[in-house]
């Protein structure tokens, strides 16, 4: 149809969640969930360091030895202004196009069928996208914040998909600081907070790392007290 979007932005993190969607341009911005092949190439992991102090999701390519997997999120159109907002809020990852043949719609919305599709890849200096880059440490933690916005937003489109989400995504880490608004008694602010923990808990890579989650007293004196500080 004349002046349908052309350019869609494929999410596979926070930008799965509604609300964090939105907040970057203003406005709503509608998505349909979808899935990646892993004929693109590419596993989700935690290896964006944010300058703030903590590692989000992002996408590499397997070490030898490893297989690239599936990777669901969302598609939503991203024409005009939307794209450079975009682009400015992904500072620090790269915006690579995937291919058409390379996804599919998981739901009874069917995909665009005249459109660009891309998604944002962490690239670091002198490397191509998704290689060279490390992943959490005590300073760069994952983030119970935002992982519940991450998982939140998967939930929006059913429990399967939240499984697959948790389940498909690589590298969690003993680096993970419960930085919940009142953590202690998390359910007083987010009345989902229970369901994400139940999520995680029953995925086999997350749930492994799942006890080393602490508040943040805790979690800074143990971290540096193991690096003699």
């Known amino acids: 149809m004349p002046g349908a979007p052309t350019q869609f932005i494929f999410g596979y993190g926070s930008l ?18 979808v899935r990646i092949s892993a004929a693109f190439g590419y596993i989700r992991t935690w290896n964006d360091r944010s300058p703030s102090g903590f590692t989000a999701l992002g996408l590499r390519r397997p070490y030898k030895g490893e297989s690239a997997s599936t990777i669901n999120g969302v598609l939503c159109p991203l024409d005009g202004d939307y794209m450079t907002k975009f682009d400015a809020r992904e500072e620090g990852y790269a915006r690579v196009e995937v291919p058409r043949d390379d996804i599919e719609a998981v739901s009874w919305q069917r995909l665009p069928e005249a459109a660009r599709i891309w998604l944002y890849v962490p690239v670091r200096q002198g490397h191509a996208p998704g290689e060279g880059l ?16 991450v998982v939140e937003g998967a939930l929006e489109y059913g429990p399967d998909y939240a499984h697959e989400l948790i389940e498909t995504t690589a590298d969690w880490s003993q680096y993970w600081l419960n930085d919940r608004e009142l953590a202690r008694r998390p359910w007083v602010h987010d009345s989902k907070a229970a369901t994400v923990d139940k999520f995680l808990a029953s995925a086999a890579h997350a749930s492994a790392f799942l006890p080393h989650r602490q508040c943040p007293e805790p979690y800074a004196i143990r971290w540096m007290t193991e690096k003699g500080q």
Do not use: C, E
């Open 16 to 33: 799965i969640n509604t609300a964090s969607r939105n907040s970057t341009t203003g406005a709503p911005v509608p998505a349909i969930p």
């Open 134 to 149: 490390p992943g959490p440490d005590a300073s760069f933690p994952l983030l119970a914040s935002y992982i519940d916005v």
